[in-house]
Structure formats: structure tokens, C-alpha cells
T-cell receptor, first 111, second 112 residues
Framework: GENVEQHPSTLSVQEGDSAVIKCTYS??????FPWYKQELGKRPQLIID?????GEKKDQRIAVTLNKTAKHFSLHITETQPEDSAVYFC??????????FGQGTILTVHP | DTAVSQTPKYLVTQMGNDKSIKCEQN?????MYWYKQDSKKFLKIMFS???????INETVPNRFSPKSPDKAHLNLHINSLELGDSAVYFC???????????FGDGTRLSIL
């Protein structure tokens, strides 16, 4: 089955810096890669996603890149703000919708 | 209006009891899911239903039984609760397979 590895497990940055979280997946048939943000005690919320026919997608301060050959994808957050502090999860999905999640990255943005 | 709603939000019960968690979505989605998030925050899929039909059934103990009475509802019944069942259970829904999934607020289950 699919296996998703996520790094780093914790990331601490200063407000205004950029943050990058990386994930690798094992099944080359995976074709959908969402990223979720989960604040303490809250539900995971979809922040951006990318499909396998696209190499990069951007939405304001967040962007995702996908390298199908290397089977890795990354989340980039620019101009970080304290409210970006949360746990971020990457995931990979095969066509029938089963999401396999990474282990999560605790992002802390210091004011 | 909450898109994916779960009840109850908290569930505290004794080992050996049977309990149910209910989930409803008002997004008109065809596919619904149950996830378990353990104490280390790891999210793992348990079940998925598409149009009331079971399509994903991960290696979950038989004590867990999902039921989908209609497209908008997916309930989870757990028999003979064990200490290891303590976790947050999230319901989610998506328009169809492989589409963005929207999560409910979760049910925190604590076994005494």
C-alpha cells in the first residue's frame, strides 16, 4: 500500500520567514496530493491540493510543488504569521479516494 | 451551517461498553469517511462509503461497524470498547472518490 513520509516533524520560524515542509510517497499511481492544517483541538482543514498532471500550484502565501519522477511534494508558506502555527499534514491518494497521511509537522511561528 | 457534523463531541465511557458516533453532511456529497487520530496525531482511514456502499475497509477490528442509512449519514458503532480505542474520530465527506475531503469537528472518545 501507499506510504507517505513527512519532514520535518517540527519546524520553528520567525514571523515573516518562509517555511517548507516536504513529503515523499511510495506508490507512483497516486494522483492527488492535498495538504491539511490542523489547529489545536480543531478539525483538519484543506488548505491547498495538487493533482498529478500539475507541477505547481499557488494560493496567496502558500504554494505546493510536485515532482512525480522523484515522488515527492512540498508545501511552501511565505511571509509566515503567528496564526500559521498549527500541525500540517500532507497526504497522497489513489484514484478510489483513500487518503494516506504523513506523520504531521508542528509549525511554530514566533512573533 | 456546519457542513459535516458529528455527535457527540465528547464521549467518556467504561471499557467493555458499546457506543455509537453519528455523522451527517449537508454538502450533497456522495462519499463519506471515518478516520482515527491517535494520541500522536497520526490520521488513519478506517472506512469509506460511496452512495451507501462500502468501498474502503481498512484493517479495523470487527468491533467497529459502520452504517450508512443514506448518502448524507455515516454512523460508527463500536462494541466492547477497549483502552486502545481512545482517540479522536473524524468523519469526512467528498463529492466523489479522489475529490477534496471536508472533515467534521471530531469526536473525542475516552475509555476509562
Amino acid at each position: 500500500g501507499e506510504n507517505v513520509e513527512q519532514h520535518p516533524s517540527t519546524l520553528s520560524v520567525q514571523e515573516g520567514d518562509s517555511a517548507v515542509i516536504k513529503c515523499t510517497y511510495s506508490d507512483s499511481a497516486s494522483n492527488y496530493f492535498p495538504w491539511y492544517k490542523q489547529e489545536l483541538g480543531k478539525r483538519p482543514q484543506l488548505i491547498i491540493d495538487i493533482r498529478s498532471n500539475v507541477g505547481e500550484k499557488k494560493d496567496q502565501r502558500i504554494a505546493v510543488t510536485l515532482n512525480k519522477t522523484a515522488k515527492h511534494f512540498s508545501l511552501h508558506i511565505t511571509e509566515t504569521q503567528p496564526e500559521d502555527s498549527a500541525v500540517y499534514f500532507c497526504a497522497a491518494s489513489l484514484s478510489y479516494g483513500k487518503l494516506t497521511f504523513g506523520q504531521g509537522t508542528i509549525l511554530t511561528v514566533h512573533p | 451551517d456546519t457542513a459535516v457534523s458529528q455527535t457527540p463531541k465528547y464521549l467518556v465511557t467504561q471499557m467493555g461498553n458499546d457506543k455509537s458516533i453519528k455523522c451527517e453532511q449537508n454538502l450533497g456529497h456522495d462519499t463519506m469517511y471515518w478516520y482515527k487520530q491517535d494520541s500522536k496525531k497520526f490520521l488513519k482511514i478506517m472506512f469509506s462509503y460511496n452512495n451507501k456502499e462500502l468501498i474502503i475497509n481498512e484493517t479495523v477490528p470487527n468491533r467497529f461497524s459502520p452504517k450508512s442509512p443514506d448518502k448524507a449519514h455515516l454512523n460508527l458503532h463500536i462494541n466492547s470498547l477497549e483502552l486502545g480505542d481512545s482517540a479522536v474520530y473524524f468523519c469526512a465527506s467528498s463529492q466523489d472518490w479522489g475529490q477534496p475531503q471536508h472533515f467534521g469537528d471530531g469526536t473525542r472518545l475516552s475509555i476509562l
